[in-house]
């Protein structure tokens, strides 16, 4: 007799962001065909059983903020990962599907030409479903005017900084994006910190002949970001239209977003693990060892920091938990950390040190060993969150019937996994490090489902999927952030 299904998952504790309930899985042609109170499918054939044992079931990751294959934008290196071992490491820690950029340089008038030459990147060498947010470095008329083509290529969200003198936007070239995203319903993702305040600061800092790591973290003070997450959200109000600001960092932000939140404009959030895990302290190690950690915003003061953005994300402020996975090598002067030691700096300066961690692999595990969010919570804002914000639910994101590629992780059931540190070694990124290292880690995706297929079994081979299995998809507006009213911006008179 044929099968009536791929592949069934029963015993499970099925958790998706609104409910918790002990269902059974049938994944027919890539898709969830059916989510069934348990034992109700067992008479049903299958290619393939799996048995969870009672652990959770969730969908499978949403990472909405990567970069992969980039060239020097944040410093001076490039980042190490491409789109094979970026993906690679993904599906290793149970994400499915990634948001990754494509980068317009200032001296670039185009953004078709980005988003060509990122497809071309990404091209067959994925192992997990990819979209990508285009980086606005030059919102030059002729890249304003292709905004609609973005929105018909399945592009539906872009990201503008604040900072960093290879893409900064002032004030005015901000209006002109969020104008031209609200006429087109894209999502405008923010990196708010004031870049001139960084610039002051770094020359306070370098006329006292500071250039260590640690002191990444002053010349980026939580007022730069305070005051540019503020300048965001009055831009954002004024134009009427939402806005996304990414790896919020510290409470004062958080406490203006939350207040932005609660009179009712269309201000969404975003934190990262740097920010639940890491202080200023782990800037802080002997050497150069600091640089690991310099990313931006830099890791705060203390773990009050860390427990206040723990409570944002508790409480709804923090929108979607992404890693921001910037990699960059330590042991590495040509593309990596060290490529701020020079002659006229040979224990390096902090101001040349490439922004950013790797974090696509840890992100889940990290965050559900910890034990803060409950369960439902944590699938909302890894995976349903950043699905519904950026166009991708219920295909992703979610456990619908019919609708839901069959996109699934299995965790361990309780008391199955030893608990062990977390080193590098056990990751399969093309970097030399985690910043994470030595962390305790209870939890693990035993199984990883993408479109039904079994691309990770921890205990059984590991790695199972494969380079180019990986699909591009197209985006459509997003669910959460529309617009508040309808029709043209009208200028105020
Ligand atoms: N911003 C990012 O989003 N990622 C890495 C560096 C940065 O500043
Ligand atoms: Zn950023
Ligand atoms: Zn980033």
Redesign the pocket.
Known sequence: MATEYDLIIVNGVVVTESETNEYDIAVKDEKVAKVAPRGELRDAKAARTIDAEGGYVMPGGVDA?V?LDEPP??GKGSTADNYETGSRSAVCGGTTTMVTFAPQKKTEDSLLDTLRDTHTRAKDTCYIDYSFHVIVGNPSPNALSEFKTLREEGISSL?I?M??EALQLHDGQILDVLLEARNQQITTMI?A?NGQVIDWMTAQLEKRKLFAPKYHGPSHPPMAEIEATHRAICLSEFMDTPILI??VSTPSSAAQIKSAQDRGLPIYAETCPQYLFLTKKDLDQPGFEGAKCV???PPRESEADCDAIWTGLENGTFTVLSS?H?PFRYNDNVTGKQTCITDEYPQGHFKYIP??CPGIETRLALTLSADRLNVQKFVEVTSSNPAKLYGLWPRKGALVEGESDADINIWYPPGKMKEYTLTNEMLHHNVDYTPFEGRNVKQWPRYTILRGKLVWDKDGGGLLGEKGYGRFIKRGASALAGPRKQGEWELPL
């Open positions: 903020h970069h934008l944040f990201k900084y900072t960093y990196h910190e990414v790896h990313c931006s915003p921001d910037c922004n950013g």
